[in-house]
């Protein structure tokens, strides 16, 4: 299979983040665009209707909660009706019986006078229609970076989430496992997107930034002995133990419930080996898993990423800048990872 030309789209809490790459062209000349997400947009149209004093309908395919969810929150206590069709209502929770006592009201039909919200993380007619204002053919490829949690209703979603990394780590923890061509079971949020868009590959937000940031050449070099990559993002902090082509750790928290004493503690004890899975879930993180080959007592040096990379500043800590942008990680690592896959 050949890849001569992608679309990158790396789906955050905060924005979403576009790479339209072609063979041949120098990658700095690229289009790339930083744009609010799809639950931030849906949230503000969700605002902006309750600035009328008018119902909303949620209507379209799962997407990522997050804002949306906070402002469906929003609108239900300033007394306004929020109605969903049941595959947007799985936005705000595995369980509808959950959700309907929030106080949603799940249904296919849209209510009279409600405005409609569409719910999707994938809004290929308005990137297209950016791309056609400034004369740009958008690439027929796509590959997709989403922060995927899960289908577990009755079960914790962030444990259920980690076990994703855990079951990666048990494969091995190659590197090249981090991309799929279809949607890994019961990860529903990233099999909607599949739905809408059959061809395209599919990464984790965080693995995407750390396939990105050893796009770094300094940072590539580093990993060759063991480095730890910690993806700062809007809404989850991801550390990686890398060395080689092989990830031997993956530590996940929230990004809220974290400060710079916090972040430096845990994750130097991250690489020690003395951090353990229970304390990062009791703290409302995800949780902390090393192969058993992992090395112990090493002081690997620490390259951060993502929008929230101030969170690390002061801490000696190096910053990765592939392709010298700190923005677009996510797309460079979905890029090369595109790359490895339909080319071996």
């Known amino acids: 299979m050949e890849l001569d030309s992608l ?5 955050g809490g905060g924005t979403q983040d576009l790479l339209l790459w072609q063979d041949g062209q120098e990658i700095e000349n690229a289009v790339k665009m930083v ?16 600035g009328q004093g008018r119902d909303v309908f949620l209507s379209g395919w799962l997407m990522g909660g997050g804002a949306m969810h906070r402002a469906v929150d929003e609108h239900l206590a300033a007394g306004l009706k929020v109605f969903a069709t049941p595959a947007a209502a799985a936005s705000l929770a595995d369980d509808l019986d959950k959700v309907r006592a929030q106080g949603v009201v799940v249904t296919a039909q849209p209510p009279t006078g409600a405005v409609t919200v569409p719910t999707s993380d994938l809004d290929l007619a308005g990137i297209r229609q950016a791309c056609k204002l400034f004369e740009v053919d958008p690439p027929q490829r796509l590959a997709v970076a989403l922060c995927d949690h899960g289908h577990s209703p009755g079960f914790s979603n962030r444990k259920f989430r980690f076990m994703m990394w855990e079951r990666f780590l048990q494969k091995g923890g190659r590197l090249g496992d981090l991309i799929f061509p279809q949607a890994p079971p019961d990860m529903t949020r990233m099999a909607a997107l599949k ?15 750390a396939w990105g940031a050893l796009q770094d050449p300094a940072v590539a070099a580093l990993a060759q002995q063991g480095v730890c990559l910690v993806n700062l993002g809007n809404m989850h ?9 092989r990830v031997l750790g993956v530590y996940e928290h929230h990004t809220g419930c974290l400060d710079a004493f916090s972040l430096n503690d845990q994750v130097g004890r991250f690489i020690q080996g003395s951090l353990s899975d229970e304390e990062v879930f009791a703290g409302q993180g995800h949780g902390c898993a090393r192969l058993e080959t992992a090395p112990r007592g090493q002081d690997w040096p620490v390259v ?3 929008p929230r990379r101030r969170l690390g500043h002061g801490l000696g800590w190096t910053l990765a800048v592939p392709h010298g942008d700190v923005m677009l990680s996510g797309c460079f690592g979905l890029l090369a990872a595109s790359l490895a896959l339909v080319r071996g």
């Open 7 to 11: 679309l990158a789209l790396d789906v």
């Open 35 to 50: 744009l609010p997400s799809p639950t931030q947009v849906a949230a503000r149209r969700i605002r902006a209707a309750r």
């Open 195 to 209: 739905e809408q868009a059959p061809g395209a590959l599919l990464m984790d937000t965080a693995a995407a930034a």
């Open 237 to 245: 902090t991801v550390g990686f133990l890398i060395q080689g082509q």
């Open 304 to 306: 951060i990423t993502g």
